[in-house]
């Protein structure tokens, strides 16, 4: 099989149901064409492969992203084993491929055993099969970690093999100081900026929007966010994420008495005003429909992200944030947000330069140069 007849395998896809996971697909899509390859060429390997009917060639990665004991779960933990040896199905497919492109995000964070099961059962094979692979690998932009032991020497192990490792927050960088790594924004903060310029930015009419979710180690999450949506008597509860269990955005707002108004998408079709989002790519989305938003940031990534935009003093920690500041925040958006939109204006250009640089490095080792 030549090189025009292999596929480029996408790894460590999720779920369109989730609308950040779908979005980070569609984005490295869209990269990819950029670095001169046809989304036809592109085979994605998704734990809810059922959600992506719009992909010419989906396949299911070994996981279970309902996190639930059944056959898939089996399947996950028998290619998990499988690829500690060197051995599986999945390896024999990746190994087969042109290039391997893992899609960004941060689905690589084992501080918990609960997260540590998840990094071994959902992405273990994928990774361990991009690290011992004879064709390019490449991990678009990245939050890894922490890594906790028992699987930290491991999972690093495997990182340190692959031949390019971006990595979307400065924290990662420095704790996985591998010559494969260099830092860069994530997929969707560069998509911004490159498309900042014919961004329309609606006037703020309309209910403040708010995206929650269920965070564990949160325990006065909810006390917080009510004290905030009472401080916000015009606003509304968006959906982000529609799955399976406490990840699904809908039983999180059942739970804590919160009524939902319905999907982000769309309500961001309809006027409304800035935007509090825990999600990170639910804050990104509400960016590329020009809403101003204020970040609640749990992990890494999220700080990383709004740094990279150049308003980072308007992210706050999810677990330790004062209603009353973020209140005041959106209101003075509500009354004038030109100079939160000229500081995005202002890391535009670099942003869409990031993404010209990684299609390059991209597209230079889809055709081996040997000069990276």
């Given at each position: 099989?030549?090189?025009?007849?292999?596929?480029?395998?996408?790894?460590?896809?999720?779920?369109?149901?989730?609308?950040?996971?779908?979005?980070?697909?569609?984005?490295?899509?869209?990269?990819?064409?950029?670095?001169?390859?046809?989304?036809?060429?592109?085979?994605?390997?998704?734990?809810?492969?059922?959600?992506?009917?719009?992909?010419?060639?989906?396949?299911?990665?070994?996981?279970?992203?309902?996190?639930?004991?059944?056959?898939?779960?089996?399947?996950?933990?028998?290619?998990?084993?499988?690829?500690?040896?060197?051995?599986?199905?999945?390896?024999?497919?990746?190994?087969?491929?042109?290039?391997?492109?893992?899609?960004?995000?941060?689905?690589?964070?084992?501080?918990?055993?609960?997260?540590?099961?998840?990094?071994?059962?959902?992405?273990?094979?994928?990774?361990?099969?991009?690290?011992?692979?004879?064709?390019?690998t490449v991990y678009l932009p990245q939050s890894i970690g922490p890594l906790d032991p028992p699987t930290a020497?491991?999972?690093?192990?495997?990182?340190?093999?692959?031949?390019?490792?971006?990595?979307?927050?400065?924290?990662?960088?420095?704790?996985?100081?591998?010559?494969?790594?260099?830092?860069?924004?994530?997929?969707?903060?560069?998509?911004?900026?490159?498309?900042?310029?014919?961004?329309?930015?609606?006037?703020?009419?309309?209910?403040?929007?708010?995206?929650?979710?269920?965070?564990?180690?949160?325990?006065?999450?909810?006390?917080?966010?009510?004290?905030?949506?009472?401080?916000?008597?015009?606003?509304?509860?968006?959906?982000?994420?529609?799955?399976?269990?406490?990840?699904?955005?809908?039983?999180?707002?059942?739970?804590?008495?919160?009524?939902?108004?319905?999907?982000?998408?769309?309500?961001?079709?309809?006027?409304?005003?800035?935007?509090?989002?825990?999600?990170?790519?639910?804050?990104?989305?509400?960016?590329?429909?020009?809403?101003?938003?204020?970040?609640?940031?749990?992990?890494?990534?999220?700080?990383?992200?709004?740094?990279?935009?150049?308003?980072?003093?308007?992210?706050?920690?999810?677990?330790?944030?004062?209603?009353?500041?973020?209140?005041?925040q959106i209101v003075a958006l509500q009354n004038d947000a030109s100079a939160y939109w000229d500081a995005?204006?202002?890391?535009?250009?670099?942003?869409?330069?990031?993404?010209?640089?990684?299609?390059?490095?991209?597209?230079?080792?889809?055709?081996?140069?040997?000069?990276?």
């Amino acid at each position: 099989m030549d090189d025009a007849t292999r596929p480029i395998s996408i790894v460590h896809a999720f779920s369109r149901r989730n609308a950040g996971d779908g979005l980070l697909v569609d984005l490295t899509l869209e990269l990819l064409t950029d670095a001169g390859v046809r989304p036809e060429q592109c085979r994605v390997y998704a734990l809810d492969p059922e959600s992506f009917p719009d992909l010419a060639q989906v396949e299911r990665a070994p996981g279970e992203p309902a996190a639930k004991p059944s056959f898939k779960l089996m399947h996950a933990a028998a290619e998990a084993a499988k690829a500690g040896l060197g051995l599986g199905s999945l390896r024999r497919k990746l190994h087969a491929s042109r290039a391997i492109v893992a899609v960004g995000g941060g689905y690589l964070v084992g501080d918990e055993p609960i997260r540590q099961a998840g990094i071994m059962l959902n992405h273990f094979a994928q990774l361990a099969a991009a690290a011992d692979a004879p064709c390019p690998t490449v991990y678009l932009p990245q939050s890894i970690g922490p890594l906790d032991p028992p699987t930290a020497s491991l999972i690093e192990g495997k990182l340190r093999k692959i031949d390019r490792l971006w990595v979307r927050d400065d924290e990662t960088a420095s704790e996985l100081p591998f010559d494969c790594v260099e830092r860069a924004p994530d997929l969707a903060v560069m998509k911004l900026g490159r498309s900042f310029a014919n961004l329309e930015i609606p006037p703020s009419q309309g209910p403040v929007v708010l995206v929650g979710r269920d965070l564990p180690r949160a325990p006065t999450l909810t006390r917080d966010l009510r004290a905030l949506a009472d401080s916000l008597p015009n606003h509304v509860w968006a959906v982000q994420a529609e799955t399976e269990g406490k990840r699904d955005d809908r039983e999180f707002y059942r739970r804590s008495g919160f009524e939902w108004s319905g999907r982000m998408s769309e309500i961001m079709r309809a006027p409304s005003g800035p935007v509090v989002s825990i999600r990170l790519h639910g804050a990104i989305a509400a960016l590329l429909a020009g809403r101003p938003v204020v970040h609640l940031a749990y992990e890494r990534k999220g700080w990383g992200a709004f740094e990279d935009l150049g308003i980072a003093d308007y992210v706050h920690d999810v677990r330790h944030f004062d209603p009353k500041i973020v209140a005041d925040q959106i209101v003075a958006l509500q009354n004038d947000a030109s100079a939160y939109w000229d500081a995005i204006k202002g890391a535009a250009n670099r942003l869409s330069d990031n993404w010209d640089g990684i299609a390059q490095d991209l597209s230079a080792r889809l055709e081996n140069r040997g000069d990276l």
